[in-house]
Each structure stands twice: as structure tokens, then as C-alpha cells.
């Protein structure tokens, strides 16, 4: 239910979770690993700094990083530049279609959007990046086995 460009931003926030000892990353490495047309990525990567999502700095060593915790970044937030949570459009084309004129399938469909918005409202990027230690503990990890 959510557009391409959503599903995008996603997987480039989801990469750069999982490769933060990599940061910053420069975002033509990010569109090849991520299978993402390089120009598409450029312009969400660019509206995803505009909302504080991202940081990035310029240059041949620059790229992208996150602006702050992937656990406090909840899905909902770094949607907001590619989705329009207010819309109120029946898909199933009816036109009048909303609580007081609902189309048949109206209750079942608002339980499906509430039920996406709760997911989006209450996930973080950590909670679906398949990192299974907090990054703080990962660099000591890290920094410990390159002293063995």
C-alpha cells in the first residue's frame, strides 16, 4: 500500500542502519546496493535530510548517516515526505464513501489502514533492520576484535 518511492526511502534507510561503521555513505553506493535507480535515490535522500532524517556532507569522502538513533526513528516519520497519510479516497472507487456514507466495504478497509498506520506509527528502523545488536555495542565488537 505504500508507493514506490515509500518502499525506496525504506530500503535505503534500512541499508544504512545495517552498515552504520560505514557512515558516511556516499549515495551512489547506496543506489547500487540497494537496487535503486541512482536519480530517484538522489531526490529522497535530498528530502530525507530536508526532514532531518538524514544528515549528509559533500565531497568525495561525504554521504549519507543518520541524523539519530534508528530506534527512536519511527517508519511514520520518514514517510511523511513520500505519502499522503490524510487521504481519504475510497479504492475502491466510490466516490462518497467515508464514516457517515460508507461503501460496503468501508469497515473492513479502515480496520486494514488503521492497522498500517498503528505498524508505521509504533516500528522503528532498528525494529526492521535485522541488526541484532544496538550500535554502540557493535563498535565495541568491532574495536575489540581488531585489538586480537
Known amino acids: 500500500m505504500l508507493s514506490l518511492t515509500s518502499e525506496y526511502a525504506l530500503r535505503a534507510l534500512i541499508y544504512l542502519t545495517q552498515h552504520e ?8 553506493r547506496i543506489a547500487e546496493q540497494t537496487k535503486i535507480p541512482s536519480k530517484y535515490l538522489s531526490k529522497i535522500l535530498c528530502d530525507l535530510v530536508r526532514i532531518n532524517v538524514l544528515k ?13 538513533s534508528p530506534r527512536r526513528t519511527r517508519l511514520f516519520e520518514v514517510l511523511i515526505p513520500f505519502e499522503n497519510f490524510e487521504r481519504k479516497r475510497c479504492p475502491f472507487g ?4 467515508c464514516d457517515e456514507q460508507p461503501c460496503a466495504a468501508h469497515k473492513k478497509w479502515k480496520c486494514v489502514v488503521d492497522a498500517e498506520q498503528r ?30
Open 21 to 28: 561503521s560505514d557512515w558516511p555513505i556516499p549515495g551512489h
Open 56 to 68: 549528509s556532507s559533500p565531497g568525495k569522502s561525504g554521504g549519507f548517516w543518520l541524523g539519530r
Open 94 to 97: 466510490h466516490e462518497q464513501c
Open 119 to 148: 505498524f508505521l506509527q509504533k516500528t522503528s528502523l532498528f525494529d526492521i533492520s535485522g541488526v541484532t545488536a544496538p550500535p554502540r555495542l557493535r563498535r565495541k565488537v568491532k574495536a575489540s576484535a581488531k585489538k586480537r
